[in-house]
């Protein structure tokens, strides 16, 4: 789920803090639920997918292109980014999706609508989890497949451990917990699928990795966190909660940029995936 | 690399400790070596390999199986292991595959004798893992491959967070650290393989996890480290150590066996990889 916008992001344009969101793809972000929707595929070649919390769009687009025959909702709770999944779905030249606003507690489509309802790194930002895979239960058809891939945010491990990268750890932690999220959610996910009502047969457990080591990888990780770090809703966020100071955020900023030139620099987080089957 | 055993354990017997060693594979443990070794058997079939710190040998026997035409050269520090890694390789009726005692510092064999060199969860036990590395290269022939893989144990999750369990927790990175190990190994294999002298551009960074969630995983963790916390080399040196006492001790195991029955139970961890084209 994006943050919102800053009034000086133009719709269609990706907000300061895109870069890292806009590099997931179905393939790095989804791949626990691909084999299942492609056999799913294979016997109803038009499926429908709702992705929840699309922000801008890129996972979403890449499902649409999975399943071309098929068709793909993307929703989120901020209508900010709308345009800009809209832009990513036009450069892509995908036409078979579209999104719109709605929140994931309340999903505006009948019971039973969709074949395969998707989320990613929405959970982990949300007080009740549960409600919501409860909520993704009720829009999906007997029959089919609710998943979600959450981040582990205390199995981040980033090298070389410079001092203000440390605190920039602490930074994101203390806003997730602050805005109602649980930086342990890859954890907690199977607990929080057995709470909305789901029988443990009915779930798939699995893990995986997100990480940046490579040049590009590292330019763009250390780029859109400095983003973050200088501009958009984050840092206005972290200075409404007192989470640190202008100055503080530079020194992180800085403490990125130097990381990002270091031939040893690595970046890693588990992730918690589930799939489970209506 | 293996704790040493117990006296009460019978040779050519899993050790204490080995229930979990013992689920280990080519397969599940060095997935990222895989692709590379298939490719190399393409063009040579008669690869060798040598598996450092092969402990039980199950990682060692699958290799062996993987390269039938091939020989696969297995060594541990603890000589008590080897009649245990014979007795895995006879009863999988494997022969192209032979054990011997021997410290990665010194590694009894000549420059360029080795295809492939491997080693898995060895370097976060040792202080100098960079030398490791360095006579890993040395034994390797021009053109063959380094790979390793390596837990980051801060990464590792368990939940239910019962208490006892996060006490485990320090107490095995207490006992890691006090054994001169490195708890977040994961983390700095790269760094280890830049300062044994390597280039970055020979090197592939990558991360996979180990998790145990199914009822029989869960049975197998749980016996696995309930079995190191009633006896063996690792209590004994908890104990030495003053890492806590044999009270503290029972409680984590029963902690572990309310674990096991949990159906929200999962136990997930973060691991580094690395090939080193030589």
Same mark, same amino acid.
């Given at each position: ?26 393939? =790095? ?7 299942k ?10 499926? #429908? ?28 709770? =901020?209508? =900010?980014?709308?345009?800009?999944? /809209?832009?990513?779905?036009e450069?892509?030249?995908?036409? =078979? ?15 039973? #609508?969709?074949?395969v309802t998707? +989320? ?5 930002h ?19 497949i609710?998943?979600? /891939?959450?981040?582990d945010?205390? #199995?981040? +491990? ?13 930074l ?9 999220? #649980?930086?342990?959610?890859? /954890?907690?996910?199977?607990s ?15 893990y ?12 763009? +990780?250390?780029?859109?966190l400095c983003d ?27 403490a ?9 620099? +690595? ?12």
């Open positions: 789920m994006e943050q919102d916008q800053t009034p000086s992001e133009k719709p269609g344009h990706p907000p300061a803090q895109a870069i890292l969101h806009e590099l997931r793809t179905a393939e =790095n972000s989804a791949a626990h639920l691909l084999p929707l492609h056999s799913m595929k294979e016997s109803n070649p038009h499926l #429908t997918l709702l992705d929840v919390g699309a922000g801008s769009g890129t996972i979403s687009v890449s499902f649409a292109q999975l399943i071309p025959d098929g068709h793909v909702t993307g929703i989120d709770l =901020n209508p =900010n980014i709308l345009p800009r999944a /809209r832009a990513v779905a450069k892509a030249d995908v036409k =078979n999706i579209e999104f719109q606003q709605g929140s994931i507690y309340k999903l505006p489509f009948a019971d039973e #609508t969709f074949d998707f +989320c990613h790194q929405v959970l982990i949300i007080g009740t989890p549960w409600d919501a895979l409860r909520e993704m239960l009720r829009v999906t058809k007997a029959g089919g609710v998943a979600a /891939r959450e981040g945010y205390e #199995t981040e +491990c980033v090298w070389p451990e410079l001092p203000e990268l440390c605190k920039f750890h602490k994101m932690a203390g806003l997730m917990s602050a805005g109602g999220g #649980t930086p342990t959610a890859g /954890r907690q996910l199977l929080w699928a057995l709470k909305a009502g789901v029988e443990r047969s009915q779930i798939t457990l699995s995986s990795t997100t990480s940046y080591h490579t040049p590009s990888e590292k330019k763009h +990780c250390s780029q859109g973050q770090l200088r501009g958009g809703s984050l840092r206005e966020k972290a200075l409404k909660f007192g989470l640190g100071s202008e100055n503080d955020f530079e020194e992180m900023a800085k990125w940029e130097e990381w990002a030139e270091r031939e040893d620099a +690595c970046l890693a987080m588990l992730h918690g995936e589930i799939l489970v089957q209506k």
